[in-house]
């Protein structure tokens, strides 16, 4: 089989960039290795809502249209928006089609799937940054006694066992979930490293709102310092509820959630804590501290200070004077641990080598590093918002130009 472009993945991503082929009357097809919005269906905890408001549900050519702007879907909405969106632009989605291999060979791509191979000009990865849990090393030193799982596999307290859990990580994931078991009647302990502070309400506002009208979300990878630190950069401790509660380490402590630093290691059946964890909350609390002066002095600059409340700062994180630096799993304290340490992409199908000595793709604002190759839907690619549905929007739009460039420069050559 033979088109211009394949796109590899039909989550919001490939969808937005089948969206703009389409509107160039480019030749492709979307190959999913399950369904349309299968992330979404399969990897996602069952109380999880967007930490994104509903009117930053933004695709090419479509936006949330119901009546709860400022509300943040549940997973059975986001698929459905989804599902709707992929119906709306006719993409040419083969469903139950994993892409085992993409090889270059004589100019063109190679993709071979369940179905048959198809030979393209262009390939599009837009397989997700988020396929795979990353657990550490040490993870394998944890007790037989005490049940581990990973965000992928965690899908609400029911399923623990009734004693303490350790949650080790605390962006988006680990927090929300550390929110949710304790509230459950378990006893949380949360494993504290580098996180990012972030208030769901600022100066009445959402702080999705302030970020995106003061450029924050905009953010260009290519106007940054350091784009590689950029990328690694852990998610805001946010979470969309309908009370718009924030859930950062402050909120959690009035849960009874117990905070511990970063998970070092696993010893003889003892978890070691870094000694570091106020200095992690001190330097997330100067980084908010940060955000909301550049919020505030875009508000200021842009006639905000008379319709908003004035400035005001949150209180530091809370932390204990010496917070307990290890722990005996063999005790029985703690009977599950929940790793919601991250997650990395999967391209072990990938057989172009473009990949660095981490197995991230190496590109350029998703440009990659393989003649015709694009990539979409990962952290920072052309700007902070890459990651979220709001950002595949605009990465589509300007990566599109890029593909149509390819394909010009590659016909005229064939001409000459
Ligand atoms: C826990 C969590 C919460 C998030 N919350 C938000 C949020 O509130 N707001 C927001 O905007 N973003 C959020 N995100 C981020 C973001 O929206 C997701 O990363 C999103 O799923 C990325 O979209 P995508 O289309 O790039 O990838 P995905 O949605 O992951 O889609 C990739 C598709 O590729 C398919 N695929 C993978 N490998 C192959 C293969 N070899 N062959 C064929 N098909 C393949 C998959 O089945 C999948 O359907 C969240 C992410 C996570 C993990």
Known sequence: MHTTTVVIGA??????????LSERSIDHVV???QEVANSWRTQRWDSLRLLTPNWQCRL?????????????LTMPEVVDFITDYATLIAAPVKSGTPVSSVRRSNGEYRVTTNQGEWR???????????????VPPFADAVPSSVTTLTPLEYRNPEQLSEGGVLVVGASATGVQIAAEIQRSGRQVTLAVGEHVRGPRVYRDRDIHWWMEAAGVLDERYDEVDDIVRARRVPSMQLAGTPERATFDLNALTSMGVKLVGRLAGINGGRAQFSGSLRNKCELADLKLGRLL?????WAHDNGFDESSPPPNRFPPTVVD???????????????????????RPDYSWLDVKVLDAKGMICHDGGVVESPG???????????RKSSF????????????????????AKRSSARD
């Open 11 to 20: 989550g919001h991503s490939g969808l937005a960039m089948s969206r703009c």
């Open 31 to 33: 190959l999913e290795r």
């Open 60 to 72: 090419p050519g479509y936006s949330y249209g119901g009546s709860d702007p400022d509300g943040f």
């Open 120 to 134: 393209c000009e262009t390939v599009v990865v837009a397989t997700g940054a988020f396929n795979v849990p990353h």
């Open 293 to 297: 002066d550049a919020i505030d002095e």
């Open 321 to 343: 004077d010496s917070p307990p630096l290890g722990l005996d799993l063999t005790s029985g304290a703690i009977e599950t641990i929940i790793w919601a340490t991250g997650f």
């Open 373 to 383: 190759m694009f990539l979409l839907g990962t952290p920072f690619l052309r700007r």
């Open 389 to 408: 549905i709001d950002g595949a929007r605009a990465d589509a739009e300007e990566l599109i130009v890029e593909l149509t460039s390819h394909l010009d």
